[in-house]
């Protein structure tokens, strides 16, 4: 919210600059294209009125294994501007991937509401790596480990396949929606709801 008030002054301010405060926009993708230039660290998606931030300038935190794991001997299966996925060393089925952000942020508790599109993110890169794998989907867990029982602390997603496969102990490390294992999908509704009590305050 504050965000989005910062960034609609800016573009007032812009705006007032450039003497083109009677122009009218005949659309929001006019409105859109006008505004761009200011809103080059954004993701600005104006239909939805919601601004997402790109996390374009990685921040790294150098002891940490996750943000360095480009430069071990690690084979990086997926990478984008800001996500990295590679399999996990101790699997629990044939396909056990890691999906992280690049950008450094600690685990699920750190989470914000903003932060959903980041979640539903490495969920689409787990899905589409395991399409790649000619994995099954529909019998596939994402989730993350809950602090403190995550080992590394770096976010990151467990897309596991298929499910049927996981062993006794696989079973009970990644049981969903535990003490110490939560998955994609109730994070998002718990991060979802946790907005609504925001906006009731
Ligand atoms: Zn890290
Ligand atoms: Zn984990």
Known sequence: MCRSIILWSKAHRFLHDQQNLNRTFSSYSDLHSFVQPIYSNFDVNLHKKKFYPKMTDVKKDEKCLFCCIK??????????????????????????????????????????????????????????????????????????????????????????????????????IFKPDSYWFITASTLIEKLENSNENEKGN
């Open 71 to 172: 430069d071990k001997s690690t084979e990086i299966i997926f990478e984008d501007e800001e996500y990295l996925a590679f399999r996990d060393i101790k699997p629990a089925t044939s396909h056990h991937y890691l999906i992280i952000p690049k950008s450094h942020m600690t685990n699920t508790s750190s989470l914000l509401p903003s932060d959903i599109p980041i979640v539903k993110r490495l969920v689409e890169i787990g899905e589409i790596i395991l399409k790649n794998n000619s994995a099954s989907i529909s019998d596939a867990r994402f989730g993350f480990h809950v602090p403190p029982f995550n080992s590394i602390r770096h976010l990151h997603l467990h897309a596991i396949s298929c499910v049927n496969e996981m062993g006794f102990i696989s079973r009970l």
